[in-house]
């Protein structure tokens, strides 16, 4: 059986907590033990965080033109371990392997190629409005992160995070979801073999209450970056409260996809589908309200169906499978509780809504058929809260401020669709929703140099570009006065 260790000061090392027996981590798609994770306490991140503090001392005096030379480094070994990175995401987080080779893992490069680049495009900023006297602002590392990332997008997010951080020339002291731990494994092994100083990444395996905690709560870690649940998040703010940390976090998503009857429409309605399904609606950007003009509505829903029976749970190492298994049994216990609660509550389940049979080992798995819902209304709890699962609603709406109205009725914020072909409509509908993101006429559609990130119970902060140079770096203002008279 696989065993899983830390990765402190360049070194894999059992836990601290040498009475623990580790985690038990699950393969989705069979609901087999296939490998062992160090359950690992606060002693370990305090090991981690000595570690992460000596490299600090030195990796903050290198050049922008060393630490882009590493990260492509690290970049370059991603793309040459990209075979075995995507099987392994595909084994450990369930979804499709031909997901993993084409997104998460190409992606996870990319990170770290493109903050190599926007670390060398940076610039200070000067000031001068009076002779003899001149102000400049430089930016510094702040020292270590603490980076806490999700179990939907393991390596894709976990180098979202580490990028940016050693890119402005912190360290880190991560925590990866104790669910999807093997990506961020193999990314230690491929940061072990590069030039990278020892001690810069650290990653120290286990619960969210033993190592997250200890993480968010020491006092030697200035910087929190956490993507994951809101309900997490208030735990985290609390912790950090104590000690004024900078905070980013990315939290939850009830995306809105707004269909008016103007729009292209099969585009609309394929576009939908793969927003709807893609990663089993485990991507908190997927879009779970779909609110269609009641004119098209009845011919939507119809054909919306008929293209989601066609994404069938299947063997997520297969080329051809298009949605695998959900994360965990406790995750699909969740989803089911929801499709039962719209039942309930007097909806129609009018695809999917159940567990599908394979009559091999995979029946021991965590699928859930693609559930497509209606009849519902809008404040009831299947449409409010986040099921994060391949389960979706589909309500209706006649005005152009309806459907802003039933949009903008949610406590998340993070990202919006909007189906239209009128460029005015596009820009008065857009503006007027709540959200982080709006897509128009597309979904999922990325810039890295752009903001990333909600408003509400979405989050706090923004990612991406400028906006994770600044987040992992203080701001300081320096006034240099050369001229004794005007002292």
């Given at each position: 059986m696989l065993r899983i260790l830390n990765f402190i000061n360049g070194e894999f090392l059992e836990s601290c907590e040498i009475s623990s027996s580790g985690l038990e981590v699950?393969?989705?798609?069979?609901?087999?033990?296939?490998?062992?994770?160090?359950?690992?306490?606060?002693?370990?991140?305090?090991l981690a965080v000595g570690a992460a503090r000596e490299a600090f001392k030195?990796?903050?005096?290198?050049?922008?033109?060393e630490r882009a030379r590493v990260m492509r480094e690290i970049a370059s070994g991603i793309r040459k371990n990209s075979e075995r990175l995507a099987a392994a995401e595909s084994r450990d987080q369930g979804k499709p392997i031909s997901l993993a080779r084409s997104v998460d893992i190409p992606r996870a490069a990319s990170n770290f190629d493109f903050f190599a680049s926007a670390i060398e495009q940076s610039r200070d900023h000067s000031f001068h409005n009076e002779e003899g006297v001149f102000h400049y602002s430089k930016r510094k590392p702040v020292g270590v992160a603490g980076l806490i990332s999700p179990w939907n997008l393991p390596l894709y997010l976990l180098t979202w995070k580490i990028a940016p951080a050693i890119a402005c020339g912190n360290t880190v002291v991560a925590k990866c979801s104790e669910l999807t731990p093997m990506t961020a494994n193999i990314l230690c092994e491929i940061i072990q073999k590069s030039s990278l100083p020892k001690g810069v990444v650290n990653l120290v395996h286990g619960s969210g209450?033993?190592?997250?905690?200890?993480?968010?709560?020491?006092?030697?870690?200035?910087?929190?970056?956490?993507?994951?649940?809101?309900?997490?998040a208030l735990d985290i703010q609390k912790q950090a409260a104590v000690h004024f940390k900078k905070l980013s976090l990315e939290l939850g998503g009830k995306n809105p996809t707004l269909i008016f009857e103007d729009c292209d429409y099969e585009q609309a309605l394929n576009t939908a589908v793969r927003a709807s399904f893609t990663n089993q609606g485990e991507i908190c950007l997927c879009g779970?309200?779909?609110y269609v003009q009641s004119s098209i509505r009845e011919k939507f829903v119809k054909d919306f169906v008929e293209l989601a029976k066609i994404w069938k749970p299947g063997d997520p190492s297969r080329e051809e499978t298009?949605?695998?298994?959900?994360?965990?049994?406790?995750?699909?216990?969740?989803?089911?509780?929801?499709?039962e609660k719209a039942r309930d509550l007097?909806?129609?389940?009018?695809?999917?809504?159940?567990?599908?049979?394979?009559?091999?080992?995979?029946?021991?798995?965590?699928?859930?058929?693609p559930t497509v819902i209606t009849g519902l209304k809008n404040?009831?709890?299947?449409?409010?809260?986040?099921?994060?699962?391949?389960?979706?609603?589909?309500?209706?709406?006649?005005?152009?401020?309806q459907a802003i109205e039933l949009a903008n009725d949610s406590k998340?914020?993070?990202?919006?669709?909007?189906?239209?072909?009128?460029?005015?409509?596009?820009?008065?509908?857009?503006?007027?929703?709540?959200a982080g993101m709006v897509w128009v006429n597309t979904w999922m559609k990325r810039d890295l140099r752009t903001p990333f990130g909600g408003v509400k119970a979405s989050g706090v902060g923004r990612e991406g570009g400028e906006y994770s140079l600044e987040f992992y770096t203080e701001e300081q203002n320096i006034t240099l006065c050369w001229d004794p008279v005007l002292q």
């Open positions: 699950f393969e989705p798609a069979t609901g087999s033990v296939y490998a062992i994770l160090e359950d690992s306490s606060p002693r370990d991140v305090d030195t990796w903050k005096k290198t050049t922008l033109e209450l033993n190592v997250g905690r200890a993480i968010c709560a020491h006092p030697e870690i200035p910087l929190i970056s956490f993507t994951g649940s809101t309900q997490t779970s309200r779909l298009k949605m695998g298994a959900l994360v965990s049994k406790e995750h699909r216990e969740k989803v089911l509780s929801y499709i007097g909806g129609e389940i009018i695809c999917g809504g159940k567990v599908p049979q394979f009559q091999s080992e995979l029946d021991g798995g965590y699928f859930v058929e404040s009831c709890a299947v449409i409010q809260e986040e099921i994060f699962g391949p389960v979706v609603t589909i309500g209706s709406f006649d005005t152009e401020a998340y914020g993070l990202s919006a669709s909007v189906w239209t072909t009128d460029l005015g409509r596009a820009q008065r509908v857009s503006q007027n929703l709540e």
